[in-house]
């Protein structure tokens, strides 16, 4: 296996440098699909939950079940990820949720000598995160995206929405944890979708 912290190439190049692989967020069900995915390649998978009833821990696949401090509680959640590498060697993190994967990438100095992970850097992340400087980063590269419009209040989304076209795509501006989407057909959806969502929120034109 490489030096830890280091990156180790295409999935391809991993065959006998992984056996160990750490999984955050089992209280998520897509984290169940990694975890299944890991198992079948022939890996050993431990899977961090807050609960003793998170889905992933109960797969088949999952060789360790680990229960721990919700990973919003920064300080002692860090504390225990710390730990829990400490005592084991695992030989690559993969952390699922948006507040693990910003909290590694903060913590990266601390972490790398640990275990192999593959997390950008902080700065990268906020922007990977934010739908608003995604954009951006996108039009200052040339790549196409839909037109965009960031409205802060309802009153500013009630003047657009007699100025776009439908159907319109309206998202949240930050990662949530969960599919924060709608599809707007005419004013009046619009209008719902914003109130409903009670979210900083982008709309998306189609053309």
């Known amino acids: 296996m490489n030096e830890r912290g280091k990156p180790m190439g295409s999935p391809k190049s991993w065959e006998g440098k992984i056996r160990r692989v750490l999984v955050t967020d089992g209280d998520y069900i897509h984290t169940l699909g990694i975890v299944r995915w890991l198992g079948r390649a022939g890996l050993d998978v431990s899977v961090i939950g807050t609960t003793a009833h998170a889905p992933a821990l109960h797969s088949r696949f999952c060789r360790n079940a680990i229960v721990g401090p919700p990973p919003?509680?920064?300080g002692p959640y860090l504390a225990f990820l710390q730990r829990a590498l400490s005592e084991t060697p695992f030989d690559v993190l993969i952390p699922v949720s948006v507040t693990n994967t910003r909290l590694v990438s903060r913590h990266r100095t601390q972490l790398a000598p640990l275990v192999h992970f593959e997390v950008a850097d902080p700065e990268s992340i906020n922007i990977a995160?934010?739908?608003?400087?995604?954009y951006a980063l996108a039009q200052?590269?040339?790549?196409?995206?839909?037109?965009?419009?960031?409205?802060?209040?309802?009153?500013?989304?009630?003047d657009l929405s007699t100025r776009v076209d439908y159907p319109i795509v309206i998202k949240a501006l930050l990662e949530e944890g969960e599919n924060v989407v709608r599809y707007p057909q005419s004013r009046t959806e619009l209008l719902d979708a914003y109130s409903f969502l009670r979210v900083d929120v982008f709309l998306a034109a189609f053309s």
């Open 140 to 158: 200052e590269l040339g790549v196409p995206c839909p037109r965009t419009l960031y409205p802060k209040r309802l009153a500013e989304v009630e």
């Open 72 to 74: 919003n509680d920064e």
């Open 129 to 134: 995160f934010n739908k608003k400087t995604t």
